[in-house]
């Protein structure tokens, strides 16, 4: 099933707020957000051997690169919004 299909009253939500590209952001950005959340939660029971309390090094590579994805995203979400679109 496409991401069209799937997110189907998210996108059409966040794109009449919003408008197309930026909605699509938006959805985008629930979307990391839900990535990051299970990937938090994993990384309580994946444990590194190497630095107690936190996350294998895995973990924390996946977790960070979602971090910059989610930094980035919001940044052309805002780069949009002042260029009026």
């Known amino acids: 099933m496409s991401i069209y299909d799937e997110r189907k009253e998210d996108l059409e ?13 938006a959805v985008t950005l629930d979307l990391i957000t839900d990535a990051l959340v299970l990937v ?32 980035l995203v919001v940044s052309v979400m805002e780069q949009l919004k002042n260029n009026g679109r």
Do not use: N
Not at 15 to 25: K, N, Q, S
Not at 49 to 68: E, F, H, N, V, W
């Open 40 to 71: 938090g939660q994993h990384g309580v029971y994946c444990q590194s051997a190497r630095q107690l309390g936190k996350p294998a090094m895995d973990i924390q590579i996946i977790s960070k690169s979602l971090t910059d994805a989610k930094e």
């Open 13 to 25: 939500r966040f794109e009449f707020m919003m408008g197309p590209d930026r909605g699509r952001l």
